[in-house]
């Protein structure tokens, strides 16, 4: 059974910075970071493919930097200049194709102002 862990949540203040991990069972050529806040629709952080493919919501804005280890089974993201809207729980995502995607438990960021 495929499991993904998160890692690196937690409470900072607006304009801090943090660094979320997730390491999966195996390796996935495609993985990402969603998130969902109270009362919102899960939406799409910041998604790599193969070697270096990365495509990131509006939001970030270039605050936010997805990255990889070599043997594509844990990926990063690195979160600078945080918002208070930025607040919400952070799920990893590993994608096989569209019918067969992975979720983490997910991890709380929380900013506050």
């Known amino acids: 059974q495929v499991q993904l862990v ?3 949540g937690g409470s900072v203040q607006a304009g801090e910075s943090l660094r979320l991990s997730c390491t999966a069972s ?8 969603y998130r969902q806040a109270p009362g ?3 939406e799409l952080v910041a998604a790599i493919i193969g070697g270096g493919i990365t495509r990131y919501g ?7 930097t997805i990255s990889r280890n070599k043997a594509y089974d ?3 993201l690195q ?16 994608r096989v194709n569209s019918d067969v995607i992975y979720w983490g438990r997910g991890t709380q960021v929380t900013v506050s102002s």
Do not use: H, I, Q
């Not at 509006?58 to 936010?64: A, G």
């Not at 945080?82 to 729980?89: G, Q, S």
């Open 26 to 33: 195996r390796s996935f050529s495609t993985m990402g970071w």
């Open 58 to 64: 509006d939001f970030v804005k270039d605050r936010f």
């Open 74 to 76: 844990t990926v990063y």
């Open 6 to 8: 998160e890692s690196g």
């Open 40 to 42: 919102k629709e899960r």
């Open 79 to 94: 979160m600078n200049m945080l918002e208070p809207d930025d607040t919400a729980v952070y799920y990893c995502n590993a």
